[in-house]
């Protein structure tokens, strides 16, 4: 095994882990809350990504040692990074999917209970919400293929904004209390 490639390979899975581990906490916990909220139950489309993220790390440490496989251990690890980022964009997505849903409800239920005022906030409020979430989305195909780190960070620090404005145009549009 080359020393300069193992020593290489230490700082990419070190800078690797540490990026990950604050992409993780920064934005997993609150689209991630929000589902778990709205919907009662753990969404199982993360954890699959985790899962595979997890798979590519693993295969990453075991290649790493066998110097025919050192090019592959450095994909495998280029490869948990993705899909730790692809969990945390496919998990703003299905907390705005969850936002949107759970409002489509409520006025559903409420076509006949509530006032046709009350209803038309809330369709108003829907249509906002739809709005948000795709200029996230138009964001994020708009910087596909950014630098690399910074691209995509910023690629989730706007739908994290987008998601805490839609989720206070939910919460405002769902209280009960206000009639």
């Given amino acids: 095994m080359d020393n300069g490639n193992l020593e290489s390979f230490k700082r990419e899975l070190f800078n690797t ?61 280029k490869r948990f990074e993705g899909h730790i980022e692809r969990m945390l964009l496919d998990l703003y997505k299905l907390a705005f999917l969850t936002i949107i849903e759970e409002l489509e409800k409520v006025i ?18 829907l249509l906002e919400i739809k709005d948000l979430f795709k200029k996230a989305r138009d964001y994020e195909m708009n910087n596909l293929g950014s630098s690399a780190h910074d691209g995509k960070r910023e690629i989730l620090n706007n739908y994290k904004k987008m998601l805490e404005l839609a989720y206070q145009k939910f919460r405002i549009a769902t209280r009960i209390d206000e009639k």
């Fill in 17 to 77: 882990l540490e990026e990950c581990s604050a992409l993780f906490f920064e934005h997993y916990i609150y689209p991630y809350n929000i589902v778990i909220s709205l919907k009662g139950e753990k969404p199982v489309e993360p954890l699959l990504e985790i899962e595979k993220a997890i798979a590519h790390l693993m295969q990453s440490l075991k290649d790493i040692k066998d110097a025919k496989l050192q090019e592959r251990a450095f994909r495998n690890l």
């Fill in 108 to 125: 559903s239920s409420t076509l006949c209970t509530d006032s046709e005022k009350e209803n038309c906030k809330r369709i108003r409020t």
